[in-house]
């Protein structure tokens, strides 16, 4: 719909909507005193009947379509004759309001929020702005991978290679940065746009066609030899000038993906490279554990090897079998002597 035909943007609605409100408000003051509902007896019934008008006008304000804001105009005005009548003093009214407040929800009489000033809401904004920390500078996805002293933790995670609607990326961690999100939805909202272009292009080609046939026609009844509408040159007509149009629109779809395609084998092979430099990585830290986890420890004290100690070990073995034995002969006498039958 074009901004002059939009409702809440027209002087004479915004103009005719606020006369209405205020005349129900102006209305509301006068009324009678109201009996509350048991379950709304907290509260004022006039305030609740001023939040249940602010929240019906607060909801339809956004309504473009006539075919729904003239129901609604409707059953305003036929809210204020009714809070005429309630003003002049007509009981059954009286009555009706009494059982539409006991019949509202406390959603649609619930109070509206107060306003933010533009004062409280540009100081909320440099607030933000203030206590957001600038974004480190990361390396860029060309310079990898990285060396391993540059890694933080000192080890090499492989970076995952995904596509965001045709898009690569290339993951190396979570979560998914806001920047990174934001460039995402940029591409993406520019090719939806191009591709619009290009619908509308192509479905304007069968108008073109047929104000060029008028225009043929026009020549032939004037007897012209096409005036400014040169023959082979690009422009010589409607149909031609919107399939140069055409074609611009998919040269840059085509090059869009071309550099999709470029990008996507440049990051695959950094995910190549990371995974090789990762699997290189770790057999040296499995070397280093298997060189740690050589050496034994028997009786909280380190031997070394047998096989490469050339027999230090098998002395240690021998010495410690032969004090065995020495405890066993040394045992033998004690338990004779302690035997009663001797």
């Known amino acids: 719909m074009p901004p002059h035909l939009i409702p809440h943007l027209s002087p004479s609605h915004r103009h005719t909507t606020l006369t209405l409100y ?16 048991p379950s709304q007896s907290h509260a004022n019934p006039k305030d609740l009947l001023k939040n249940l008008i602010h929240s019906r006008f607060h909801s339809a304000r956004h309504i473009v379509s006539p075919h729904f804001l003239q129901p609604r105009f409707l059953l305003a005005y036929e809210a204020l004759d009714h ?74 995670r492989v970076p995952v290679l995904f596509t965001a609607n045709h898009i690569p990326v290339l993951r190396f961690s ?18 939806q746009n191009r591709q619009d272009l290009l619908a509308k292009l192509t479905s304007d080609i069968t108008v073109a066609r047929g104000e060029d046939e008028w225009d043929g026609r026009l020549r032939d009844f004037a007897g012209l030899d096409g005036g400014m509408w040169r023959e082979g040159s690009p422009e010589a007509s409607w149909t031609g000038a919107l399939i140069e149009e055409v074609k611009v629109v998919k040269a840059k779809l085509a ?4 550099v999709n395609q470029e990008v996507g084998r440049a990051m695959q092979g950094v995910v190549d490279r990371e995974g090789e430099l990762a699997e290189m990585e770790a057999g040296e830290r499995g070397k280093r554990l298997v060189g740690k ?40 006498p004690l338990a004779g002597r302690m035997n009663p039958t001797d």
Do not use: F
Not at 255 to 258: A, G, I, P, S
């Open 83 to 156: 809070l005429d009548a309630a003003v002049a003093g007509d009981s059954q009214i009286l009555r009706e309001i009494e059982d539409l407040l006991s019949r509202c929800s406390l959603t649609s009489t619930r109070p509206p929020l107060p306003r933010l000033s533009a004062r409280t809401h540009a100081a909320r904004k440099s607030a933000r702005l203030a206590s957001s920390l600038p974004l480190p500078k990361l390396p860029s996805w060309t310079n990898r991978p990285l060396p391993l002293e540059r890694i933080k933790g000192g080890r090499r």
């Open 293 to 332: 986890a050589g050496r034994r420890r028997v009786g909280g004290r380190a031997l070394p090897n047998t096989e490469e100690d050339g027999g230090v070990g098998r002395k240690t073995k021998d010495s410690m079998a032969s004090s065995a034995s020495t405890r066993k002969t040394t045992c033998r």
């Open 255 to 258: 090059r869009e993906r071309k």
């Open 22 to 37: 205020r005349a129900l408000l102006h209305q509301l003051r006068h009324l009678p005193p109201i009996s509350p509902s």
């Open 174 to 191: 979570k979560p998914q940065p806001s920047s990174l999100s934001g460039y995402l939805t940029s591409r993406i909202r520019q090719r």
